[in-house]
């Protein structure tokens, strides 16, 4: 079964980066729509950004827009997700997502059928 693991994520102060990473368990020709989302406590999950794998869309969360960037690694089966300029509300667990089609990108986390465990990230003001 196809798999991501997420890693990367730990503890910054406001302002400070971090580099988030998702593999992917095997290499597969289809083409998939990546996300990270995120969540923090007591709130929903809430995508972050959103990335195909073919380079046909990405786009990003108005929260995010100009502080996070969302890109792919083909050779190395990876999606990264840089964290610049973090603040406070940017704390929670961040997860990696996938799912294969052929049609657009779509926001919903109804859509994404592939997760990975989740990575903390906890910005201290």
């Known amino acids: 079964q196809w798999r991501l693991v997420d890693s990367g994520g730990g503890s910054v102060q406001a302002g400070g980066s971090l580099r988030l990473s998702c593999l992917t368990s095997?290499?597969?020709?289809?083409?998939?729509?990546m996300a990270w989302f995120r969540q923090a406590p007591g709130k929903e999950r809430e995508v972050v950004a959103v990335i195909a794998t073919d380079g046909s869309h990405t786009s990003y969360a108005d929260p995010v827009k100009g502080r996070f960037t969302i890109s792919q690694d083909n050779a190395k089966n990876t999606m990264y997700l840089q964290l610049d300029s973090l603040r406070p509300e940017d704390t929670g667990m961040y997860y990696c997502a996938a799912y294969i089609t052929y049609y657009d990108c779509i926001h919903d986390k109804v859509a994404y059928l592939y997760w990975g465990q989740g990575t903390l990230v906890t910005v201290s003001s």
């Open positions: 095997e290499r597969t020709s289809a083409r998939r729509c």
